[in-house]
């Protein structure tokens, strides 16, 4: 019978050693990053707060100094003035191992200075540099060792930072532009540096970087599928109104065509968020830990403001220069939104509220659902049948918002003005 691993090719068993040698770099690089930048976040902003005008004053001109140093910062190091996210990187199969570490240490830098944006873009280009520059060493020229080498790196580096291995593996699995007839072959290094950074980066840390929330679990009954499908459609809604705030905001932003100005007046918008609304501050991942274990303290009407207030904040960002990913600003929002449905409607189990949300307001745009079904059930604890209204609710998200955005599009070609 034959194998479905191509053993008989020497750079493929190769690629499995340099697997473990990449998931042992990017653990290290890994812990390295999220720990200073966790350090140093907590030494400026302190532990997160839930009360609205908590902040501090001075957080305002300090995050908009931040704008103003990472616009520097971008025009010394001739950064590109639309540099791709981190699940781009992964669509299109390549990050550029010259430009990552300018690209990381922008990351770093918005990071610290407060910006609403979370790790992931810096271990996406951390992970896929570092193995797309062994590739183009060892084996110049072979375009399927340079593809499953990058993937197999940035699965490494998003592995220490989940739950669980299988996440990061999950994700990249999904969204690689790896053929189908390859897929298991690609799988396998990516899940072995996904395996061994996160058993670095668990051995030292003794915990992953996306918390586990503890909610109770209702048992299933069939009745929540249907719930899974209106979750969904409220997903949905959610990501088209973040979209339209995205859009709206690098309108207004491109009227100041100076990046020094957009980065000072940026970064001021976000840390006057960040001072209104503390909840707003950072990548979200010990935010949504406060608001879930504090939900009916902070209320509706609170939840609600905090949900737009990280919705603009995250847009506010991006727009001002910041550099960061967006998929646990993005599970924050979700999971918030899924805390508020839960409040307003308490016959829909907590648990199931926030686990179809959290998964599906991603979902509705990130081509991955496995992985972020997989991200909820493991972060909340979900048995395997609990979890078929997430799945039922990712799918949904994502097919509502795909049929949305193609109706605006056919619109646009038609009536191009009008629209």
Request: proline share 6%.
């Amino acid at each position: 019978m034959a194998t479905p691993l191509p053993l008989d090719r020497p750079w493929y068993r190769e690629l499995l050693v340099v697997a473990i040698v990449v998931g042992l770099a990017i653990g290290l690089l890994g812990l390295a990053y999220l720990g200073a930048t966790g350090a140093l976040t907590d030494t400026i902003f302190g532990k997160p707060r839930w009360e609205a005008w908590s902040g501090e004053w001075w957080w305002i001109p300090f995050v908009a100094a931040g704008g103003v140093i990472v616009a520097a910062l971008r025009g010394w190091w001739h950064a590109p003035e639309q540099i791709p996210g981190g699940v781009a990187m992964i669509e299109s199969g390549e990050v550029h191992h010259r430009t990552a570490p300018a690209w990381v240490g922008l990351a770093f830098v918005s990071a610290v200075a407060g910006a609403s944006l979370g790790p992931s873009f810096a271990l996406v280009v951390m992970g896929g540099g570092l193995a797309s520059w062994i590739a183009s060493r060892r084996w110049p020229g072979n375009e399927d060792a340079r593809l499953e080498a990058t993937m197999a790196g940035i699965a490494g580096g998003l592995g220490g930072s989940f739950t669980s291995p299988i996440l990061g593996t999950l994700l990249v699995g999904e969204l690689a532009p790896t053929p189908r007839a390859k897929y298991v072959e690609a799988l396998i290094p990516q899940l072995i540096a996904a395996t061994v950074a996160f058993g670095l980066y668990f051995g030292v840390v003794g915990t992953t970087f996306l918390n586990s929330f503890a909610i109770p679990v209702e048992k299933f009954t069939p009745g929540q599928l249907l719930i899974g499908v209106a979750l969904g459609a409220a997903s949905s809604v959610v990501l088209i109104v973040f979209v339209i705030v995205v859009k709206v905001v690098q309108r207004l932003a491109a009227k100041m065509p100076n990046r020094y100005v957009r980065g000072l007046v940026g970064g001021g918008l976000v840390g006057f968020l960040a001072f209104a609304l503390p909840l707003t501050l950072g990548s979200g991942n010990s935010q949504l830990t406060l608001v879930i274990n504090n939900s009916a303290t902070i209320g509706v009407g609170l939840l609600l403001l905090v949900l737009v207030g990280k919705m603009l904040a995250m847009a506010l960002s991006l727009s001002a220069g910041f550099i960061g990913g967006n998929v646990l600003p993005m599970l924050f929002v979700g999971g918030t939104a899924g805390v508020i449905v839960h409040l307003i409607f308490p016959d829909i189990p907590y648990a199931i509220a926030v686990g179809c949300m959290l998964a599906a307001v991603p979902g509705g745009y990130i081509k991955a659902p496995i992985g972020l079904t997989a991200i909820a059930m493991l972060s909340i604890g979900l048995g395997p049948v609990t979890t078929a209204p997430v799945a039922i609710a990712v799918v949904t998200s994502y097919l509502l918002t795909t049929a949305v955005v193609s109706v605006i599009r056919t619109r646009v070609a038609v009536h191009p003005i009008h629209a």
